[in-house]
């Protein structure tokens, strides 16, 4: 191939990059954290995290590319460019903002701890003293747990994943999990697995460890994505789709104040 052409060929390569970049948007996303993100029986996408983007991605006119990884390998592909955004019930958070920035939220709802049923909980750092409690590797209340649960006694047991936390509740294996409320509340104790347990104790809400609610983190400076995000969010809200597709998963209103 002589100079020109080979010239012409690596032209053409970037500009069908380009194109491609400004077409679709690598997201990722843990599939693994129902009512929000799951793997349906027959292996597809689904959940309010999965919907709200691809309506987010329309309304964008691009294609989202939903790259599947575990929740605390988001953020690293993010900053290396695996995935342009991650979308996948990231709350917006201080330490978070250090290394990424965010969208507006586009849900907001508190922590909560689940125990069994007839447990009584009103200062959790004195009350749980002893006790073993889960949480999801790499999240917020891995962070929070680590800070004030570790520091009074409690024993913090960290998981892959916030459906395994639950598996080991319900063996027994730890006394208590503390994640979202409304992951506990729609994909644990509403299924058989969750029945002789109940929510007990204070919302967890501190804004110091929990933010302001759940954004799409993008690489810190790419202003340009996050406003396109929250513009379309904001869209949503405004038109209604936003509700249809929160109808389909919650009763109530997630958005929050």
Not at 80 to 100: E, F, H, N
Not at 112 to 125: N, T
Not at 133 to 155: C, L
Request: hydrophobic share 40%.
């Amino acid at each position: 191939m002589n100079k020109i052409a080979l010239l012409g060929a690596l032209a053409l390569s970037a500009w069908a990059t380009l194109s491609q970049a400004q077409d679709s948007l690598r997201i990722g996303i843990e599939a693994a954290y129902p009512p929000f993100a799951y793997k349906t029986e027959d292996g597809r996408l689904s959940g309010f995290d999965y919907d709200i983007g691809n309506a987010l991605c329309a309304e964008m006119q691009v294609k989202c590319d939903w790259i599947e990884q575990s929740f605390d390998g988001l953020i690293p592909s993010l900053k290396v460019r695996k995935v342009d955004a991650v979308l996948s019930s990231m709350s917006i958070t201080p330490d978070r903002l250090k290394s990424v920035d965010f969208t507006k939220k586009y849900y907001h709802t508190p922590g909560k701890l689940v125990m069994k049923e007839g447990s009584s909980v009103s200062d959790p750092l004195k009350d749980l003293k002893g006790k073993r409690v889960g949480v999801q590797r790499a999240s917020t209340y891995d962070r929070y747990a680590s800070d004030k649960f570790a520091a009074a006694g409690i024993e913090v047991v960290r998981y892959g994943s916030q459906n395994e936390a639950f598996l080991d509740l319900v063996s027994g294996r730890i006394d208590a999990t503390l994640a979202d409320v409304v992951n506990i509340s729609e994909s644990f104790l509403k299924t058989d697995s969750g029945k002789g347990f109940a929510l007990v104790g204070p919302d967890f809400n501190d804004p110091k460890y929990f933010g302001n609610g759940a954004g799409i983190a993008v690489r810190k400076g790419d202003t340009a994505t996050a406003e396109k995000f929250s513009d379309a969010i904001a869209t949503l809200r405004a038109n209604g789709k936003y509700q249809e597709i929160q109808s389909k998963y919650f009763s109530y209103d997630i958005y929050g104040q």
